[in-house]
């Protein structure tokens, strides 16, 4: 079973900063099949990224992913009020589609 | 537009049995992957299980393997999960989730609001 861990667990960021965030893999991820979800206070989690790059429908592009093998980063360009949530990684490449256990952005 | 919802949640005792449905509608339900995934009480995501669209491929998580059974009813537009023997720590929100696009190899794309089962003496 892969494993995902992100880092860091919690982001303390103001409104119009840069975040990154991390998630490796314990072992490379096929064909960069990594996805990205938001998740709000007593909401559905709602897909951002996934095939590791690419924009779901709807998504700003303010939010973008990157990376391959092992290592993957989600990067929200310009902090808006309405991003600070938490966000988690999954890799969909192996049949059991396993999740990170999440960063939490907060407001600093 | 795409609805998925649950039903079939509530409290139970350790050791009992649920069985948890998803009715969808807004697309051609016999055309895509589903899945359930869970959430325990102030805990992050746990994939639980996936089926294709004809039901060909099935997998679990091992913490549920051999006490979960996931199928689906493609003439009714359902998925079900029916979980036997449960435990205290299959306490969580269960969300029934549908693949983004065709094909077996897919990231949860649809998202129901899901349902609170606990487990509890």
């Known amino acids: 079973e892969i494993v995902l861990t992100q880092s860091p667990g919690t982001l303390s960021l103001s409104p119009g900063e840069r975040a990154t965030l991390s998630c490796r893999a314990s072992q490379s991820v096929s064909s960069s099949y990594l996805a990205w979800y938001q998740q709000k206070p007593g909401q559905a989690p709602r897909l951002l990224i996934y095939g590791a790059s690419s924009r779901a429908t709807g998504i700003p592009d303010r939010f973008s992913g990157s990376g391959s093998g092992t290592d993957f980063t989600l990067t929200i360009s310009r902090l808006e009020p309405e991003d600070f949530a938490v966000y988690y990684c999954?890799?969909?490449?192996?049949?059991?589609?396993?999740f990170g256990q999440g960063t939490k952005l907060e407001i600093k | 537009e795409v609805q998925l919802v649950e039903s079939g949640g509530g409290l139970v005792k350790p050791g009992g049995s649920l069985r948890l449905s998803c009715a969808a509608s807004g697309f051609t339900f016999s055309s895509y992957s589903m899945n359930w995934v869970r959430q325990a009480p102030g805990k992050g995501l746990e994939w639980v299980s996936s089926?294709?669209?004809?039901?060909?491929?099935?997998y679990y998580a091992d913490s549920v393997k051999g006490r979960f059974t996931i199928s689906r009813d493609n003439a009714k537009n359902s998925l079900y999960l029916q979980m036997n023997s449960l435990r205290a720590e299959d306490t969580a929100v269960y969300y029934c989730?549908?693949?983004?696009?065709?094909?077996?190899?897919?990231?949860?794309?649809?998202w129901g609001q899901g349902t609170l089962v606990t487990v509890s003496s």
């Open positions: 989730a549908r693949a983004l696009n065709f094909g077996v190899v897919n990231p949860v794309g649809y």
């Open positions: 089926i294709s669209s004809s039901s060909s491929y099935i």
């Open positions: 999954q890799q969909y490449g192996s049949s059991r589609g396993t």
